[in-house]
């Protein structure tokens, strides 16, 4: 088995309950070909990179599926490129994840919210690795530089 993951984006003239109906029939498509449905993700409505045709905005749905079968994929392709309620849609093979790897990537986006938490409130995420430079007074600086001036052995 092939594990694929389809990300289809559903225009905003929808709802948001209409949204979740027309995932609900994409999912149950998917299992009538014999795909068997993994982890899937409502992304939200966000603001398309560019309009298509007068959509500006649209729902955004992640699902991982599983597939034998090359040629009900194609299938599955046609229906969603033929589908109204869908305005875009892409299938790509993807690596199926272990567990262990699962719980490095959860543990990595913690921590890089941790980070970007400390650095919104102007925290350091990690204690300082070098120590503090003293000051230089103005006045010393001056008085060093007076006597390297000095010196008859300038290059």
Do not use: W
């Amino acid at each position: 088995m092939v594990n694929y993951e389809l990300l289809y984006i559903i225009p905003n003239q929808y709802t948001e309950d209409e949204a979740q109906k027309i995932k609900t029939k994409i999912d149950e498509m998917l299992k009538s070909h014999g795909a068997i449905l993994g982890v899937g993700e409502n992304l939200g409505k966000k603001k398309l990179a560019y309009s298509i045709g007068q959509v500006a905005h649209g729902y955004y749905y992640l699902t991982e599926f599983e597939l034998e079968d090359g040629v009900k994929l194609k299938e599955i392709n046609d229906y969603l490129r033929l589908n109204k309620e869908i305005l875009r849609a892409q299938i790509v093979i993807k690596k199926k994840l272990t567990p262990e790897e699962i719980e490095k990537m959860k543990k990595r986006e913690a921590h890089k919210a941790k980070a970007a938490a400390a650095l919104a409130t102007g925290t350091s995420a990690k204690p300082a690795s070098k120590p503090a430079e003293k000051k230089i007074d103005i006045k010393n600086l001056d008085e060093k530089l007076e006597e390297i001036l000095k010196t008859d052995d300038l290059v």
